[in-house]
């Protein structure tokens, strides 16, 4: 055991109250989203926009992977074409944390 792991109390048992207490937590919410969800309760924002997770286009490629299918080498970039060391899509925190990490590394 790490101790890092004894800090956070895993050399403890878990009681059964709260094993139960959480499995009942879980559960519950598991349960009552769809009817949150019918009932107007707020939304995740990227679920009102249409953007729901793995929507088709986005896991073919994947897919195809593992079925064995390849692709041609890209094509060789234009003449005079710009370079780039790194590209982030996005600026939300996983974006911005690579770009800042990447000029601190730099």
């Known amino acids: 055991m790490l101790a890092n792991d004894r800090a956070l109390g895993m ?3 878990v ?4 094993f139960l207490s959480g499995v009942g937590i879980g559960l ?3 349960i009552l989203y769809p009817w949150a969800n019918a ?3 707020p939304d995740y924002p990227p679920g009102k926009l249409g953007m ?3 929507h088709v ?4 490629t994947a ?3 593992t079925r064995g299918e390849t692709w041609n080498a890209p094509e060789e970039p234009e003449e005079g074409a710009e370079e780039y060391d790194l590209i982030v899509v996005g600026a939300g925190l996983s974006g911005l944390s ?3 990490l990447y000029r601190k590394w730099l």
């Open 11 to 13: 050399d403890r048992a």
């Open 15 to 18: 009681s059964r109250r709260d």
């Open 28 to 30: 519950t919410g598991s």
């Open 63 to 65: 897919h195809a992977l």
């Open 52 to 54: 729901r997770g793995s």
């Open 39 to 41: 009932y107007g309760a």
């Open 57 to 60: 286009g986005s896991f073919e």
């Open 98 to 100: 690579a770009a800042h």
